[in-house]
């Protein structure tokens, strides 16, 4: 197994600790990570490139990124929680319908903060600013999706990536970033 140095959170001081090549430790501090998906909508209208500069210009780190046309099977598994609501069939379908790119970023807080910067699930909601807010036409097709949850995003990240496939890397601006 790889090892390499990471920077880990504790109580506000930053230290160097060896760690191994996938860095979890309670997925706290600047070794959060969350699931960010382009939905087909924001594909087809090429707005991935965007999407990813704004979590590039937060300071976000890229540590998983493919692009991919998702299964029924796959994408039934990723929204199990919602199989119950009516629209379930419907956004699987929809899902599987065109290609998708899904990405895990890190960072401080990077749950909470991407959920702020993708705005609500209805872009009537959002506010300008949000990649729902200047992006989203319409619910069933709100460009995006992101982990409402730590617990959701280490779910929802070990569903499309498999370990080895999460790249632990020394950021050279961290220390610009991070106190």
């Known amino acids: 197994m790889k ?12 230290r160097r600790k060896e760690s191994s090549s996938r860095v979890t430790e309670g997925w706290t501090g600047v070794n959060e990570r969350t699931f960010i ?3 087909p909508d924001g594909v087809q209208r090429k707005l991935v490139g965007e999407i990813i500069r704004r979590f ?17 099977e796959q994408l ?9 609501r009516p629209f379930y069939k419907g956004l699987v379908k929809y ?9 895990a970023w890190q960072g401080l807080d990077v749950v909470k903060t991407s959920r702020k910067m993708l705005g609500e699930t209805n872009p009537a909601d959002s506010l300008p600013g949000t ?4 992006y989203g036409v319409e619910v069933g097709r709100n460009v995006i999706h992101g982990s409402d949850s730590v617990e ?6 070990s569903l499309w990536f498999k370990e080895h496939e999460l790249v632990c890397w020394e950021e ?3 220390h610009w970033i991070y106190v």
Request: no cysteine; glycine share 6%.
């Open 172 to 174: 050279s601006s961290e």
């Open 56 to 72: 590039e210009r937060k300071g976000f780190k890229l540590v998983a990124m493919k692009f991919l046309q998702a299964s029924e």
């Open 37 to 39: 998906a382009v939905k």
């Open 131 to 134: 990649i729902r807010g200047d």
């Open 3 to 14: 090892r390499h140095l990471a920077v880990i959170e504790n109580r506000g001081k930053r």
């Open 152 to 157: 959701s995003a280490r779910r929802e990240i």
């Open 95 to 103: 899902m599987s319908s065109g290609p998708i790119v899904v990405m």
């Open 76 to 84: 039934k598994e990723h929204y199990w929680e919602l199989r119950e």
